[in-house]
């Protein structure tokens, strides 16, 4: 007996190391995959510690257009950068920032509205996956399973390693029993690959929530403020038309849909 508790315990201790272990992921994140001109690729940092994880941009600047010829200028405005593109198209160029609390279960990120950054808070486990355990691939030498699941008018792709995390991802995606390291929507908007993976990394031992002094708002808030902008656009497009004339504004140009919809005047 004294045996088999030496044994339990030993198993236990390390399977609690292989589930702490520190893990550095760095990510290639395409939105607009299939557009020429506005496809936009980023590359991103995950620090994962077992309790925490954070997932941020590597730069806030033009670099992801350099390599294309339909850039016009850049201006610097705040914490952002605007770039002007061809086809009378604006980007608006921000550090960001995802912070994962497991133990509350908790994501927070920045966003912007309009030129506005935001602080938002929602739950981790956002998307209820379909575990695909039949189909199978190695990704950077990781036997990663699949899974697939819908999320804010996408259907989602995604491939997760079981060996090297108990839980974690890149973005909102989480909520899988293993890293995940790929996902794609279904209908090629927008992609994630891992690019290269450190185990046992020393520089995500420590992971802070930068957003404790800040005013935090939820995703229902954020989706009406957000509307709140659009109206506000509207009107500004409307008192610049002629008498008679109609218009309308649409986002279409995001990851996550909004439920907004056209709004016309």
């Known amino acids: 007996m004294k045996y088999f508790k030496i044994l339990f315990v030993t198993f236990f201790f390390l399977m609690s190391n292989l589930y702490a272990q520190n893990l550095s992921i ?17 590359e991103y940092n995950l620090y994962i510690n077992g309790t925490t994880s954070a997932y941020y941009s ?8 350099q390599d294309q010829s339909f850039i ?14 061809a086809d009378n198209y604006t980007a608006y160029l921000v550090q960001y920032l995802f912070y994962k609390d497991y133990k509350e279960n908790t994501l927070i990120y920045n966003a912007l509205i309009g030129t506005k950054k935001v602080i ?35 259907e989602y792709e995604a491939y997760f390693a079981p060996e090297l995390s108990q839980r974690g991802g890149p973005w909102k995606f989480d909520g899988l029993p293993g890293v995940i390291l790929s996902v794609k929507s279904l209908d090629g908007y927008y992609t994630i690959e891992p690019l290269e993976i450190a185990k046992n990394s020393t520089e995500n031992s420590e992971i802070s929530n930068v957003y404790n ?8 808030t954020y989706k009406i403020d957000f509307k709140k902008w659009m109206v506000k656009q509207l009107k500004k497009l409307k008192s610049r038309s002629s008498a008679g004339e ?7 140009d995001r990851i996550e849909d909004l439920g907004i919809g056209k709004l016309s005047f």
């Open 246 to 252: 109609n218009g309308s504004i649409e986002i279409t």
């Open 26 to 42: 760095t990510y290639n994140a395409t939105k607009n995959a299939s557009d020429e001109i506005l496809a936009l690729s980023s």
């Open 72 to 85: 016009i200028n850049t201006d610097q405005i705040g914490e952002f950068k605007e770039v002007n593109i």
């Open 120 to 154: 938002i808070k929602e739950d981790i486990n956002l998307i209820d996956w379909t575990i695909h355990s039949d189909s199978k691939k190695n990704i950077l030498e990781y036997e990663c399973i699949k899974a697939t699941g819908t999320f804010r008018g996408r």
């Open 58 to 65: 590597n730069n806030d600047d033009s670099k992801p257009y």
């Open 213 to 220: 002094d800040e005013k935090i708002i939820s995703w229902d």
